[in-house]
């Protein structure tokens, strides 16, 4: 989509207000991923101030869900938009929604930290829960970077690689299974680790969802529950 | 027309004959410049219809305008591609935003270090690529004088320096620097004097510890040892002191290190030092001291007791015994200003900008001689940027010298 498409309104204000929620649902993005990342560095580190700001910068998240839907309404109502218009509104109010429970998952993680750190026992799974999470970040920049340029071949790749994500979260599960096993006295800690990484494996859905709002806005199609030939097929055809 | 009117005349005809022939040119004309217009829709400079009288004027002029016209587009378009040949070449990141940010163009190293693909991302707005929350509120509220530090978008191993250049109609120019290798190279600085100042501590504190030990021992006691002991004594506590303020520095070099909770009374810290250092010897020069404020600064009381220290003995050291230094603490609007100012040798102008430089020395024999270790102003220079202060320094040879510590309005409580 080029922004010259946008220019077709009569109305400058309403072009600008399009524009607007754009901008501000990529901002929430921006800063749902510097929680995440945030997050994820804390984890590595043991460093419970960074862990700290992330749960305390959550409510900022959610200021922005909270602003982002108001104005997404406001134009709704008054603007009544059709056709591409209302798809790239309610792309947006979708996405705000899954990087708002994106932010949650950051926080969730950086709670594990402070309740955690101190441990050196479980070095490796820590570490497997990083690269998880280092993984997870990349897919959410990429993600929203298809969002701000409506791009669905970016999109496409990032329905494909959720796959790996499942993949690693099961590995990293496994070795929980196995760490639990060997040290029950160890259970409550892992079970937190496995919580959190859970959590960032959800992270990893929701941004296949940020994605399949990209090719719905893009292609009008909802693709939303089909499986991935499915998908590709149908695109290859429309 | 004459041969029509001849014709007219022969036969009796004039005015018919005259009319057909006015006719006839008419006709002529209007072909002719049916001709021209339907040449100007497809102009072909090698097909010239007509090349004589006043149409072939016409067509010859056209031609020319035209070639004019051509050759000065083929200039602009050699200047174009010089120009973004050479924004090709720039090692660093260029990027022009129109007035409401959006990307009008960026050349290749902005295209790498950001991220930005090359055409698609034109008319973008740049913070919809580049979402980091310090860069938003960066361009939102530009300080063009400020460089903002950040990870790159999609990189958290690459650094970049940003900056901000207003031009033209509300338009901004952003550029990127990949600092990535200079943080590095600073980071094992810091870290290798740290670790080295580390290593040094504990033999010299033996050393010391020994040297000490002799000296107090009574059977030693002849004038061969004595003044060799002392010499060794006064050189390894020196170092011990140069050790010292290289731990600090290190110290308050990483950012870790703040403590902003004393409501530090400067006035009392004022008269406390001035009061020490005029005990320290005899032939000190007098200290005046003048308390004209009584705002507190919130910060750390041992660090800023250090700055005045090092100021006053600084001043000391640079004075004789009948001149003065004085010490002052006064307001100057929402800022106050801590003042040591001294009437005695001065500074020459060329060594101001490098006086709070690690071990800089405006006369290397003396100080050494005084035990100084060189990274007083350093240290101070450090602990003022901690407190968000501006040290200033003016001052000539033979005109004494005023060293003013500037506070602002954040730290200060009244």
């Not at chain 1, 104005?71 to 218009?85: E, F, V």
């Not at chain 2, 009319?19 to 008419?26: E, I």
């Not at chain 2, 000065?72 to 007035?99: C, F, I, M, Q």
């Not at chain 2, 790159?152 to 952003?174: F, I």
């Amino acid at each position: 989509m080029k922004t010259s498409d946008l220019k077709h309104h009569y109305s400058q204000q309403f072009n600008s207000e399009l524009e607007g929620i754009r901008s501000r649902v990529l901002s929430m993005g921006g800063l749902v991923e510097s929680q995440l990342g945030t997050a994820i560095s804390a984890l590595n580190q043991g460093e419970i101030d960074s862990a700290e700001s992330v749960v305390a910068n959550d409510c900022e998240v959610n200021a922005c869900d909270v602003d982002i839907d108001e104005r997404c309404t406001t134009i709704l109502a008054l603007r009544q938009p059709t056709a591409s218009d209302l798809r790239l509104v309610l792309a947006v109010i979708k996405t705000t929604a899954d990087l708002e429970r994106i932010g949650d998952e950051a926080k969730r993680v950086a709670r594990m930290v402070i309740r955690v750190v101190g441990d050196t026992h479980d070095e490796s799974l820590v570490g497997q829960i990083v690269h998880l999470g280092e993984q997870v970040q990349q897919m959410l920049h990429r993600a929203l970077d298809a969002f701000a340029r409506m791009d669905i071949q970016a999109a496409i790749n990032i329905v494909d690689e959720d796959i790996d994500i499942d993949r690693e979260y099961e590995s990293v599960v496994r070795q929980s299974m196995a760490r639990m096993m060997e040290d029950p006295s160890s259970i409550p800690k892992v079970l937190d680790m496995i919580w959190a990484a859970r959590g960032l494996e959800r992270i990893g859905d929701r941004c296949c969802n940020i994605s399949k709002y990209v090719i719905y806005f893009v292609k009008g199609k909802d693709i939303r529950h089909t499986s991935l030939e499915q998908i590709k097929k149908e695109l290859d055809a429309g | 027309m004459l041969v029509a009117w001849a014709a007219g005349a022969v036969l009796d005809q004039v005015y018919l004959f005259l009319l057909l022939a006015l006719l006839a040119y008419s006709f002529r004309n209007l072909y002719n410049l049916r001709r021209l217009a339907i040449w100007l829709g497809n102009p072909n400079f090698a097909d010239i219809p007509v090349h004589f009288g006043l149409w072939g004027d016409i067509y010859s002029k056209i031609a020319r305008v035209s070639l004019r016209q051509a050759q000065r587009e083929k200039r602009l378009a050699e200047l174009v591609n010089e120009y973004t040949a050479s924004t090709s070449a720039l090692p660093d990141g260029a990027v022009a935003l129109d007035a409401r940010g959006r990307i009008r163009w960026f050349n290749d190293a902005a295209s790498r270090l950001l991220g930005l693909l090359p055409a698609k991302d034109i008319g973008q707005p740049l913070l919809n690529l580049f979402r980091n929350p310090e860069m938003v509120s960066f361009v939102k509220n530009p300080d063009y004088a400020r460089m903002l530090q950040i990870s790159a978008p999609g990189d958290s191993e690459r650094k970049l320096e940003v900056r901000l250049a207003p031009y033209g109609n509300d338009q901004t120019l952003l550029l990127a620097q990949d600092i990535t290798e200079r943080l590095r190279h600073e980071r094992m600085r810091k870290d290798f004097v740290a670790n080295v100042s580390h290593e040094l501590r504990t033999p010299l504190t033996v050393i010391g510890g020994f040297i000490e030990n002799l000296q107090m021992d009574e059977s030693l006691r002849n004038d061969g040892l004595t003044r060799p002991l002392e010499l060794m004594a006064q050189q390894t506590a020196r170092m011990g002191r140069i050790v010292e303020d290289l731990l600090l520095l290190a110290r308050l070099e990483s950012d870790s290190y703040r403590n902003q909770n004393d409501r530090v009374d400067i006035g009392e810290l004022v008269r406390n030092v001035a009061d020490e250092c005029q005990a320290l010897a005899d032939d000190v020069p007098k200290i005046d001291c003048e308390v004209a404020s009584t705002r507190r600064v919130l910060g750390d009381e041992k660090q800023l007791r250090s700055v005045v220290t090092n100021l006053v003995v600084n001043a000391i050291n640079h004075t004789s015994a009948e001149q003065r230094v004085a010490l002052s603490w006064r307001d100057q609007g929402a800022q106050s200003l801590l003042e040591v100012k001294d009437n005695g040798e001065g500074i020459a102008p060329e060594h101001i900008p490098r006086l709070t430089e690690r071990f800089y020395r405006v006369d290397a024999g003396r100080s050494r001689d005084r035990g100084g270790t060189g990274l007083g102003l350093a240290i101070v220079k450090h602990i003022l940027h901690h407190h968000d202060a501006k040290l200033e320094i003016r001052s000539g040879p033979q005109e004494g010298s005023s060293f003013i510590c500037r506070f602002s309005s954040s730290r200060l409580v009244d």
